[in-house]
């Protein structure tokens, strides 16, 4: 009778076990999932800061590309020798 106890017992308590293991595991991806995402998350407001920055950086270059132009008109419009009649 004990014989039959064992071989009941034994597979019990490896599948009681395999389940604890399975539930400590499961919370361990849990968490590790928890920080994935927090990471996507700053990942994807870093992307979206850096498309801005670009952006901007951009619009500058255009707005001291056009200031420069602006300046140089001046400058030769000042330096042009007027003609008086």
Do not use: C, I, N
């Not at 990471?39 to 707005?63: E, F, I, M, N």
């Not at 008109?73 to 000042?78: G, M």
């Amino acid at each position: 009778m004990a014989y039959v106890a064992w071989t009941v017992l034994l597979p019990f308590l490896a599948v009681v076990t395999a389940l604890l293991v399975l539930a400590v595991q499961m919370r361990r991806m849990d968490r590790e999932l928890a920080g994935l995402r927090e990471s996507l998350r700053r990942v994807s407001a870093t992307a979206v800061s850096s498309d801005d920055l670009l952006r901007s950086t951009a619009h500058l270059a255009k707005r001291a590309g056009e200031q420069q132009e602006a300046w140089r008109q001046r400058v030769s419009a000042s330096t042009r020798p007027s003609r008086h009649r």
